[in-house]
């Protein structure tokens, strides 16, 4: 493949000057009020798109997830012996207490992240509707009918909450990622103890005071703090009876330790290196803008982001050629500056350095960047949209997650090599194929070792669809019934009526 390059400059647009968020109360958010919390030290939480500190909040202790999980405990009885159809009217009140409130959750969301307000807006959208599918999925949610499976004895199945859930989400999506975890577990009548991002947990906590007075005590408690001390007590807590992370597969396994030594269940939603695998059939203008929107959302800190393209050698040329325009024409900017920017800042200043690190390696691994692959000028943590290629088999941009606006592009020769070098990953988590022959369509995604496989398309979530991954992404399934179903137990009662 001969080097696409392309001279596009990127400058952040900035706004005229957003409101100031409203921001939730001080505290940890326990037995359905906000707590002082049991030890005075705080954390900074910062505007990425600034670098202004927007308020502190607790930096929670082992106390703190104590008495949260008390909370949790003392209120499941009540909570399980609910009807599905009380549960269900509570997610439907939350989801209309969110739209109600959409207005105030996309712009706190914008300013703790730093994501444009498009990505804002499908964020809170798709929260919400986390909540009303949730709502439905409770009242319908079943166990087989019961049957004579032993001489005059007759099986019920009994679909039962697990009971206290630990839940802690990531810095990526916050409120989403918090949605596809309250709204599931909450139907399938647990109660739980979420801990949020250390950078990121306002719009959790703002949801918790929104909703506090419908939400009965004790159902739902937050509790901020470090992973290593918040996180890893939720994990260990005797009293939890499943935990669940988003997050890297570092954290997942640090919280998989913990929940072994009280075998508590363990659901894990960790990371991934989405490839796109692009034959010579494809339709290339359409692979290309896929790449564009699913390669970029959320400026690539995405766990499906479409990361890693495998094109075809004999169309790879073209294709360079349209994704480097495609790329060249993203818009970056604060939130504030317009509904049509496409990327924003990245989380927070570790993370900016470690994506312009990656950024490095590729230099000195002497691959080519084709546009992008510096920081943009303050303040805030921008970088630019970047496209890598003449990238080889085996590369480590191929395996790493870097979670930044970074495409790399590499070749192959045969259907079967496109296959095998797609699986070449340790995570499992989504892929794409791009074909218009239909005979690929149907027999490449089910060679493809990943929990998701969108064909022609890329990062379209449905929530009556699963969403998982396999292999090093962890295991275990948001969204749709199996999430329900991942956040119960089944027991099995039978009479003997001889
Ligand atoms: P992270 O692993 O650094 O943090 C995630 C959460 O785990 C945070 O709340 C953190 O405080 C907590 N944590 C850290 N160490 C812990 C420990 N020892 N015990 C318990 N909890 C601990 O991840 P991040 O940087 O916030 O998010 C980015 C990662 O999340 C990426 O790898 C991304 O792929 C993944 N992710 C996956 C999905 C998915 O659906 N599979 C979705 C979003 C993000």
Redesign the pocket.
């Known amino acids: 493949m001969t080097a696409t390059t392309a001279a596009a400059t990127f400058t952040v647009r900035r706004g005229q000057g957003t409101p100031a968020p409203a921001l939730p109360p001080f505290g940890q958010f326990i037995n359905g009020a906000f707590v002082p919390p049991c030890s005075a030290e705080t954390a900074d939480v910062e505007n990425p798109a600034t670098g202004e500190i927007l308020m502190q909040v607790p930096s929670g202790s082992v106390e703190d997830v104590d008495a949260a999980v008390a909370a949790a405990v003392a209120a499941k009885a009540d909570w399980a012996a609910r009807t599905p159809k009380d549960r269900s009217s509570l997610l439907l009140r939350i989801a209309d207490i969110m739209e109600a409130n959409r207005a105030l959750l996309e712009a706190l969301e914008a300013a703790n992240t730093g994501k444009p307000a498009a990505v804002a807006e499908d964020d809170i959208s798709s929260a919400i509707d986390t909540f009303r599918f949730s709502a439905g999925a409770a009242r319908t949610f079943s166990t087989p009918g019961a049957g004579d499976y032993a001489e005059n004895h007759t099986s019920v199945i009994l679909r039962e909450p697990v009971g206290v859930v630990g839940v802690?989400?990531?810095?990526?999506?916050p409120l989403l990622?918090a949605a596809w975890k309250i709204a599931p577990i909450l139907a399938a009548g647990n109660t739980m103890v979420l801990?949020?991002?250390?950078q990121t947990p306002l719009t959790t906590l703002k949801l918790a005071e929104l909703i506090a007075s419908e939400v009965p005590a004790g159902v739902l408690n937050i509790v901020t703090g470090?992973?290593?001390i918040v996180?890893?007590r939720?994990?260990e807590h005797p009293d939890v009876d499943l935990v669940a992370?988003?997050?890297?597969?570092?954290?997942g396994q640090?919280?998989a330790a913990?929940a072994a030594g009280t075998v508590k269940r363990v659901h894990l939603?960790?990371?991934?290196k989405a490839p796109v695998v692009i034959f010579d059939d494809a339709d290339l203008a359409a692979a290309a803008k896929g790449v564009r929107e699913a390669g970029y959302w959320n400026g690539g800190q995405e766990?499906g982001a479409a990361c890693r393209v495998l094109v075809h050698e004999s169309v790879a040329e073209k294709f360079t050629e349209l994704l480097v325009r495609e790329v060249s024409e993203i818009s970056v900017g604060a939130p504030g500056a317009g509904d049509d920017v496409e990327i924003g800042s990245m989380i927070s200043g570790a993370h900016y350095e470690r994506v312009l690190a990656a950024l490095e390696d590729v230099r000195k691994d002497g691959l080519t960047i084709a546009v992008g692959g510096h920081a943009l000028a303050g303040p805030g943590y921008f970088i630019e949209p970047t496209v890598v290629t003449n990238v080889p088999a085996g590369a480590p941009i191929t395996s790493t997650?870097i979670?930044g606006p970074v495409v790399s592009v590499e070749t192959f020769s045969t259907d079967e090599e496109a296959v095998t070098r797609a699986n070449e990953t340790v995570y499992g988590?989504a892929a794409s194929v791009w074909t218009t022959n239909s005979a690929r369509s149907l027999s490449v995604p089910r060679k493809l070792d990943f929990g998701t496989v969108w064909v022609n398309s890329h990062l379209v979530i449905a929530n009556e669809m699963p969403?998982?991954?396999f292999k090093g992404?962890?295991y275990g399934r948001?969204l749709s019934v199996y999430a329900l179903e991942d956040f119960s137990r089944t027991k099995h009662v039978m009479y003997n009526h001889g």
Request: aromatic share 10%; hydrophobic share 25%.
């Open positions: 802690i989400t990531p810095w990526n999506y990622m801990k949020p991002s250390e470090p992973g290593r996180g890893n939720i994990s992370i988003t997050g890297s597969v570092g954290s640090k919280v913990g939603e960790l990371g991934g766990c997650e979670f988590l969403w998982g991954g992404s962890g948001d």
